[in-house]
C-alpha cells in the first residue's frame, strides 16, 4: 500500500506568516491529492482537492501545488482561525491513507 | 444545507457488535459514494470502509475486513457500519464521509458528520 508522510508534524507561526506543509507519497498517486483542515470538536473540511484545486468557499490564502510524489499546502497569510490540524490524503483507490497531520498553532 | 450525522456509538465490551448509522439530509444521497473514517489519537485518520451510490461495491481497510460491513438504505438516506467481533484498537471516533464519485473509486471526500465516538473496553 502507498503511503503518505508529512512535515513537519507540527509548527508555530506568526499571525501574517507565510505557512507551508509538505506531504509526500511513497509511490506515484498522479494528483490525486487532498488536503483537509480539522478544528477541535469538528469533522475534517476539504480544501484542495486533485493537489491545487480550491474547493468552493475556501479562503484564496490557501493554495496548493505538487512536484512528483511531493505536494505542498501554503497558506499565504496566516490568520487566527488557521489554527488547526491539517491532513493530506491520497483518492486515487483504496486504501484512501491519509498523512499522519501537522498541527497549526498561532505564536 | 447539507448535513452527516453519524450516531450508534457507545460502550461495548470486546468480542461484541454494534451498528452505526449515518443520516443524510439536503442532498440526493442515491448519488453519491460513501466511506466510513475512523480517528484515534495515537493514529490520526483512518479510512475504514466505502460503500458505491447504490450499494453495489464495497471495499474495506484491511483490519476490518470480515468483521465490519458498511451497508446502505438509500430510501432513507442513511448509511451503516456493522461492526462485529470489536476490539480495544477498534476503539475510535467514527465519521461518515461524502465521496464526490457515485462510484467513490477515485473521489475525494467533500462533506463529513461530527462524528459518534465508540469505546472497546471490558
Known amino acids: 500500500d502507498i503511503q503518505m508522510t508529512q512535515s513537519p508534524s507540527s509548527l508555530s507561526a506568526s499571525v501574517g506568516d507565510r505557512v507551508t506543509i509538505t506531504c509526500r507519497a511513497s509511490q506515484g498517486i498522479s494528483n490525486y491529492l487532498a488536503w483537509y483542515q480539522q478544528k477541535p470538536g469538528e469533522g475534517p473540511k476539504l480544501l484542495i482537492y486533485?493537489?491545487?484545486t480550491l474547493q468552493s468557499g475556501v479562503p484564496s490564502r490557501f493554495s496548493g501545488s505538487e512536484s512528483g510524489t511531493d505536494f505542498t499546502l501554503t497558506i499565504s497569510s496566516l490568520q487566527p482561525e488557521d489554527v488547526a490540524i491539517y491532513y493530506c490524503?491520497?483518492?486515487?483507490?483504496?486504501?484512501?491513507?491519509f498523512g499522519p497531520g501537522t498541527k497549526v498553532e498561532i505564536k | 444545507q447539507e448535513h452527516l450525522v453519524e450516531s450508534g456509538g457507545g460502550v461495548v465490551q470486546p468480542g461484541r457488535s454494534l451498528r452505526l448509522s449515518c443520516g443524510a439530509s439536503g442532498f440526493t444521497f442515491s448519488s453519491y459514494g460513501m466511506h466510513w473514517v475512523r480517528q484515534t489519537p495515537g493514529k490520526g485518520l483512518e479510512w475504514v470502509a466505502v460503500?458505491?451510490?447504490?450499494?453495489?461495491?464495497?471495499n474495506y481497510t484491511d483490519s476490518v475486513k470480515g468483521r465490519f460491513t458498511i451497508s446502505r438504505d438509500n430510501s432513507k438516506n442513511t448509511l451503516f457500519l456493522q461492526m462485529n467481533s470489536l476490539r480495544v484498537e477498534d476503539t475510535a471516533l467514527y465519521y461518515c464521509?461524502?465521496?464526490?464519485?457515485?462510484?467513490?473509486?477515485?473521489?475525494?471526500?467533500?462533506?463529513w458528520g461530527r462524528g459518534t465516538l465508540v469505546t472497546v473496553s471490558s
Open positions: 460503500l458505491w451510490y447504490d450499494g453495489s461495491h464495497e
Open positions: 486533485s493537489a491545487s
Open positions: 464521509a461524502r465521496s464526490v464519485a457515485a462510484r467513490a473509486n477515485r473521489g475525494y471526500f467533500d462533506l
Open positions: 490524503q491520497k483518492y486515487n483507490r483504496g486504501p484512501f491513507t
